[in-house]
Every structure is written in C-alpha cells, then in structure tokens.
C-alpha cells in the first residue's frame, strides 16, 4: 500500500478540494488532523497552523488552537 505520509497527503488533498455538501474545507481539515494526531502529531500540527494561518472560521481556528496548545503539552 502507499506510506503513511502519502495516505495522509492525499486524503487531505481530497477533503480539501471536495469536503461534501455539508461539511466546510475547514472543519473536513480539521477532522483529518483530529483522526491522525495520535499517530502522527508533526502532520497534524501542520494542519492546525495552516488553519490558523487561512483565517479558517473562528470556531475552526479557535479549536485547531486548542489542539496545537494539546499538542505541546505531549
């Protein structure tokens, strides 16, 4: 199968351009990070800042920085 990493790119590439109807780029983003930040924190982080630094939605980026806060207590 592919690696890790490759899997990780490519769902996030394909959250970020079709989400869904009822899910936002932004919360499809931050789901993913959720999903791999026990396995991989350094991709998640990654995810989180860029929220913060696309001036996701409030409550996104108000999360995405409740979890970098999370992440570095680890």
């Keep these: 199968g592919e690696p890790l990493a490759t ?3 490519l769902g996030r590439d394909r959250l ?7 899910v936002s780029k932004d919360t ?11 396995g991989k924190p350094a991709e998640a982080e990654k995810i989180y800042q860029e929220l913060k630094k696309q001036g996701a939605n ?3 980026a108000e999360i995405a920085d409740r979890r970098l806060a999370e992440l570095k207590k680890k």
């Design 7 to 9: 899997s990780v790119d």
């Design 16 to 22: 970020a351009e079709r989400p869904g109807d009822a």
């Design 28 to 38: 499809a983003l931050l789901t993913l990070a959720d999903q791999i930040r026990a």
């Design 58 to 60: 409030k409550a996104v």
